[in-house]
């Protein structure tokens, strides 16, 4: 389906009004580029930063301009001739707010466009030594004696292309044993449940608090030749929700993978002595160096020990073995 993508040029001062005019025409869905709330966006007081791709900074410079999108039909044609209206009585009155230009821009886009364009680089890669990542969409030749993973992540974390991923790859890889029992916690597109399973692992049971990742996740087990009697999804908060935990059961656990990020990581802490057995392994991932001894700490004070740290530029994966 094609849809009309239209842009407004405007000034900050100038949003709150035009979006005013837009909620009056029924447009509801909004997409706002404007250096001065993205500044205010990353360096407000509610915002706690681990990490940011560098690349957005280009947004603090960016000029100010509001994107909505109507179909490329009829009633499409018939709401942008409404907003074109609006913005000229805009113009024509006395308002003593700079609205900048309000002129428009109308470019033709594709919603397959929006959902498949970034495939095009996603290619299959080999992670530590035995695993070979394959896009659903992609063929392989030759394998040669790698496992083949095969992943769709859809809307949901976890191409296998992260560093933070790979890392836990790899620990998986180096401490799974054979009929293992395995807990994913933010399973994401299910690409650490299945390489555990891949790898050796009984069972594994995978939890995200996203129902979107949740049914990914399932989806690309069904692909991967992975049953349920293999591999079972929920969906919830695992912290706060206690039929959530007795559904995952305690102390039952011979590993627990974690990719996440160092808050998330040190608020669920508490989790992981219950579900796992003694002398299981955790392995967590998503963690910048500056908070990998507050990490640690974390986990030495419930009962771990630290068995490895390996770092990835300036992503950290921990292991350790509850003692």
């Not at 990835?312 to 994966?317: F, L, N, R």
Request: hydrophobic content about 40%; charged content about 30%; some cysteine.
């Amino acid at each position: 389906m094609k849809f009309k993508e239209v842009i407004i040029e405007t000034t900050t001062e100038g949003i709150e009004l035009l979006n005013a005019v837009l909620i009056k025409l029924d447009i509801a869905e909004v997409v706002i580029e404007d250096a001065s709330v993205f500044e205010e966006f990353l360096t407000a007081d509610t915002m706690s930063w681990d990490y940011y791709d560098e690349s957005l900074n280009s947004m603090k410079d960016c000029a100010t301009r509001m994107k909505i999108y109507l179909g490329d039909n009829e009633q499409g044609e018939q709401e942008l001739n409404a907003l074109k209206d609006e913005l000229n009585n805009l113009k024509n009155d006395d308002i003593d707010i700079d609205l900048g230009s309000l002129n428009i821009t109308v470019n033709i886009v594709d919603d397959e466009d929006w959902a498949n364009n970034w495939k095009q680089f996603f290619k299959p890669f080999e992670v530590g030594e035995k695993i070979l990542v394959k896009p659903t969409w992609e063929s392989v030749e030759d394998k040669g004696d790698r496992i083949v993973l095969e992943i769709d992540p859809g809307a949901s974390f976890g191409t296998g292309q992260h560093h933070t991923t790979q890392l836990c790859i790899e620990q998986i890889e180096k401490y799974i044993k054979n009929k293992m029992e395995v807990l994913d916690m933010g399973c994401g597109s299910g690409i650490l449940s299945i390489a555990s399973i891949l790898l050796g692992a009984k069972h594994v049971v995978g939890v995200d608090i996203d129902e979107n990742a949740v049914r990914i996740a399932k989806e690309n087990a069904l692909v991967n030749n992975i049953r349920e009697d293999k591999f079972l999804a929920y969906c919830g908060n695992v912290i706060e929700d206690e039929r959530l935990q007795d559904a995952i059961g305690f102390n039952k656990y011979d590993m627990i993978v974690v990719n996440i990020i160092a808050d998330i990581i040190i608020e669920m802490s508490d989790c992981f002595p219950k579900f796992l057995k003694q002398g299981g392994i955790l392995i967590t991932s998503g963690i910048i160096e500056k908070y990998v001894d507050q990490v640690k700490d974390t986990l030495i004070n419930l009962g771990f020990e630290i068995k490895e740290t390996i770092q990835k530029e300036d992503w950290v994966s921990i292991t350790a073995v509850l003692k």
